[in-house]
């Protein structure tokens, strides 16, 4: 388990992982899915044709 050493040190962005290091500096990292929206996308489906039976 961690300690916390200091609050409010770092401005903190949206988006954002913020971790110490090994050498002990704090470093950002962007996350997979944080920060930013994604364009919706559509969604097309292909149709079933029903086949004429002779």
Do not use: F, P, S
């Amino acid at each position: 388990m961690g300690k916390i050493i200091a609050k409010n040190v770092v401005t903190r962005r949206k988006g954002y992982l913020y971790y110490v290091d090994g050498a002990g500096n704090v470093c950002e990292a962007m996350m997979a899915r944080g920060g930013r929206r994604k364009k919706a996308t559509k969604k097309t489906t292909k149709r079933k044709v029903a086949k004429k039976r002779r």
